[in-house]
């Protein structure tokens, strides 16, 4: 139960980590150059710096983004990965103004996203758990067992 006392948070004790994933608009294939890549990992990071989102493991390809985040616990997936894109594709547009002939209109990410959540422990150890306690709970409230 380590991993809970590292998390712990005014009113709340959890893990909330996700894995995201995003396209640029139309699949442009944009992020050929290593300078173009690093831009945007460290656009990508400075977007999670300002939003207080944790980036465990991000990867930049050329047409998409994989991102490994840990995120506070009043923070929703959509609200995180609002910010991610949002924020770092102004800063993308800012370091790089030529994207603005491909981008006319200031989009560089499509709309759709993947979010999926990442656990510390497994399903079936989840389920063993809830089990577990749940029995123990019916024992103590027929008092079959002491408290």
């Known amino acids: 139960?380590?991993?809970?006392?590292?998390?712990?948070?005014?009113?709340s004790v959890g893990w909330s980590t996700w894995h995201f994933e995003w396209?640029?608009?139309y699949r442009y294939k944009i992020f050929t150059k290593e300078k173009l890549k690093n831009v945007c990992l460290i656009a990508i990071q400075e977007a999670a710096k300002r939003g207080k989102i944790g980036i465990l493991e991000m990867e930049v390809d050329i047409d998409h983004v994989h991102v490994v985040a840990s995120l506070p616990m009043t923070m929703s997936p959509a609200k995180a990965l609002f910010l991610l894109k949002g924020?770092?594709?102004?800063?993308?547009?800012a370091q790089i103004p030529k994207l603005r002939y491909r981008y006319p209109?200031?989009?560089?990410?499509?709309?759709?996203?993947?979010?999926?959540s990442v656990g510390h422990i497994?399903?079936?150890?989840?389920?063993k758990?809830?089990?577990e306690h749940h029995a123990k709970a019916l024992l103590l409230q027929v008092g079959i067992l002491a408290p």
């Open 1 to 11: 139960m380590n991993v809970y006392k590292q998390n712990r948070h005014a009113h």
């Open 23 to 25: 396209v640029t608009k």
């Open 87 to 93: 924020f770092s594709s102004r800063l993308i547009f």
């Open 105 to 116: 209109k200031g989009h560089l990410w499509s709309p759709g996203k993947f979010a999926a």
């Open 122 to 127: 497994t399903l079936e150890n989840a389920k």
């Open 129 to 131: 758990y809830l089990e």
